[in-house]
């Protein structure tokens, strides 16, 4: 399948920064995190921009994101899918060069409906947060889900009775019952 015929969608991501109340401000004077998916439109173009700034909170549009769906991770969606909560998963950094007021800002990198991506950047140790997802996307999401999703067949698994024992090492072992043999 050609990039051209995966199917997806583009959207823009809103990243709010919030000052930081209390305690924590000493540590950090901002929160940044991602407040809202809207589908892309072409009044957004394709750079960053300010929607809002004042001394307790600024928010920043990041139009032309791609979320693409792959056949090869349909049951990352699937679990998505069946979650309590399905939603975006947004993975951001924060750019190495500050802004004018010295604080620096906060760019998504990637979105993705899949619990597999998510795991996979979690691991990586990155900032990933998640959104909830409209119905209208899920339903798009469940179309592609119900065509490419094909549950592993369930593998019987042995009785623990005919497994071999090993100990701890993995050597074999054997059962004594206490009871010794001859005597006294």
Known sequence: MTPAARPGIDVAVV????????????WQAWRWSPCEI?????????????LLQSGVEARWLFPALRV??????????????????????????????????????????????SYHDAGRWLDAQESVDQLPADAEVLGWLQE???????????????????????????????????KHKGGS
């Open 144 to 178: 592609f889900v119900d065509q490419h999703y094909q549950p592993e067949p369930r593998r019987r698994r042995r009785p623990q009775s005919f497994q071999a024992l090993t100990d701890r090492f993995g050597n074999p072992a054997s059962v004594s019952t206490g």
């Open 68 to 113: 693409e769906l792959f056949r090869d991770d349909a049951e990352g969606y699937h679990l998505n899918l069946v979650s309590p909560a399905p939603c975006w998963f947004v993975l951001w950094r924060l750019d190495e060069v500050p802004q004018a007021d010295g604080e620096p800002l906060a760019r998504p990198v990637a979105v993705s409906l």
């Open 15 to 26: 990243m709010r920064r919030a000052k930081v109340q209390g305690p924590q401000s000493r």
């Open 38 to 50: 809207l589908p892309q439109q072409t009044t957004f173009g394709t750079e960053p921009r300010p």
